[in-house]
């Protein structure tokens, strides 16, 4: 018999759809658990303070900003992210320029949708994201849609702060152009410092996959984001 022989295109295929798969059953499990509960999201992901005990909190803690920019530095790439948040939408959009020190850029925008689980310091969302990524050396550009999901929990400390998590993934369908496929992870850490600012620690995964593999950030990186 002549072995069966697979190419790296399905074997691509078969590596992050059980990853998409696993995406949308958490992006339909998290809109069910949302859909009564929703409520805006407040800036930077850091939320104003339980007050169950009636103790009053002090103002400084609970400043609110529907708008909000960031800039975020690594070792080899900065990063700027203008973020909106929408009552009507139940969350916000978000644009993103990166460039590193190679020269390859992205711009991305994200729409998603957030909300509360129940009375808990947990907020969960889902949402989409487009993504535009040149890179320089390899001349190569990808285009992808994203399905995005993120959680954010509230850490029970002195200082407003959250611990955060971002995934978005285009599988090989939705990615176009040199592109076969993309993942963009963020952890972040934010704490608010003064009412208009928050100080950001974290770390970013961004793999665009093409014909030679390339990829635009494995980093950590600091920063702040700024209210108003």
């Known amino acids: 018999m002549i072995p069966s022989m697979q190419s790296p295109f399905h074997a691509r295929r078969r590596r992050f759809a059980p990853l998409t798969l696993l995406l949308l059953s958490s992006a339909c499990s998290t809109t069910r658990a949302l859909a009564p509960q929703e409520i805006p999201p407040q800036a930077g992901g850091v939320q104003t303070p339980s007050n169950?005990?009636?103790?009053?909190?002090?103002?400084?803690?609970?400043?609110?900003?529907?708008?909000?920019?960031?800039?975020?530095?690594?070792?080899?790439?900065?990063?700027?992210?203008?973020?909106?948040?929408?009552?009507?939408?139940?969350?916000?959009?978000?644009?993103?320029?990166?460039?590193?020190?190679?020269?390859?850029?992205v711009f991305d925008a994200h729409l998603r949708r957030v909300g509360r689980v129940q009375d808990s310091a947990l907020e969960l969302g889902v949402g989409i994201g487009a993504y535009a990524v040149a890179f320089d050396a390899s001349d190569h550009e990808v285009f992808a849609i994203a399905l995005c999901a993120g959680l954010s929990y509230d850490l029970n400390t002195r200082i407003p702060s959250a611990l955060s998590f971002e995934l978005s993934v285009a599988p090989e369908i939705t990615t176009f152009k040199d592109g076969e496929s993309l993942v963009d992870a963020i952890l972040r850490y934010e704490a608010q410092i003064t009412p208009n600012a928050f100080a950001i620690f974290g770390g970013r995964i961004f793999d665009a996959e093409t014909p030679l593999s390339d990829e635009v950030s494995h980093e950590a990186f600091v920063g702040v984001r700024l209210g108003f």
């Open 52 to 105: 169950q005990t009636g103790t009053p909190v002090p103002a400084q803690q609970t400043a609110v900003h529907s708008r909000t920019l960031a800039l975020l530095l690594g070792s080899d790439s900065y990063q700027a992210r203008f973020r909106q948040d929408s009552d009507s939408l139940h969350g916000f959009w978000e644009l993103e320029y990166l460039q590193t020190r190679d020269d390859d850029r």
